[in-house]
Nanobody
Framework: QVQLVESGGGLVQAGGSLRLSCAASGRIFSSYAMGWFRQGPGQEREFVAAINWRGSRTFYADSVKGRFTISRDNAKNTMYLQMNSLKPEDTAVYYC?????????????????WGQGTQVTVSS
């Protein structure tokens, strides 16, 4: 069973950057598709980015395309989300998720495992 722990959240001014990490325990991390989702105050959880098991394919929500970069290091059992040019509307709790499949998808219901979330707050 893979367990996920996010870190790297915090308070940043608009235009700034943060790097989120998602550390996975378990020996089969490399076979899982992974994703980042976020949930703002009073909003539903939404897709942010996803990456396939090898890291060769990535997908992004239109709202973050060109500003965020998802990556993974299977040797370190860790996934990352580099967030640049942050905007106040990026404020949310960010969750990493894993799917026991080599196929990457963007729907939250397709993911089997979730981390506890890390808060990102962008001030204007």
């Amino acid at each position: 069973q893979v367990q996920l722990v996010e870190s790297g959240g915090g308070l940043v001014q608009a235009g700034g950057s943060l790097r989120l990490s998602c550390a996975a325990s378990g020996r089969i991390f490399s076979s899982y598709a992974m994703g980042w989702f976020r949930q703002g105050p009073g909003q539903e959880r939404e897709f942010v980015a996803a990456i396939n098991w090898r890291g060769s394919r990535t997908f992004y929500a239109d709202s973050v395309k060109g500003r965020f970069t998802i990556s993974r290091d299977n040797a370190k059992n860790t996934m990352y989300l580099q967030m640049n040019s942050l905007k106040p509307e990026d404020t949310a709790v960010y969750y990493c998720a894993a799917r026991n499949s080599i196929v990457v998808v963007t729907g939250s219901r397709e993911y089997d495992l979730w981390g506890q979330g890390t808060q990102v707050t962008v001030s204007s």
